[in-house]
């Protein structure tokens, strides 16, 4: 019973872009708050973007001017346009609600930026 599900992933050279996609089937996904989240070898999980029911967006400061989120209520999907790689963006990148009591993670998308 998938829940989560991220795609988009792939190796690209520092400057390039990609587009992260999440596909949530999940109730009320209209209602929540939803983020990007990305864990890099030997960091912990940390949120790097959000967007709200209303489309009010957050964003990690190491992201800021670089990476955009966005919202398909209608598809139930978020997504991410990440451009001006940097090898330090380098992560798994995972999907969920911006929330404390989070949905089980799904197996998330790696991103690898080769300089």
């Known amino acids: 019973q998938v829940q989560l599900v991220e795609s988009g992933g792939g190796l690209v050279q520092a400057g390039g872009s990609l587009r992260l996609s999440c596909a949530a089937s999940i109730n009320f996904f209209s209602l929540n708050t939803w983020g990007w989240y990305r864990q890099a070898p030997g960091k912990q999980r940390e949120l790097v973007a959000s967007i709200t029911r209303s489309s009010a967006t957050n964003y990690a400061d190491s992201v800021k001017g670089r990476f955009t989120i966005s919202r398909d209520n209608a598809k139930k999907m978020v997504y991410l346009q990440m451009g001006s790689l940097e090898p330090e963006d380098t992560a798994v990148y995972y999907c969920?609600?911006?929330?404390?009591?989070?949905?089980?993670w799904g197996q998330g998308t790696q991103v690898t930026v080769s300089s």
């Open positions: 969920n609600v911006a929330l404390r009591d989070p949905y089980s």
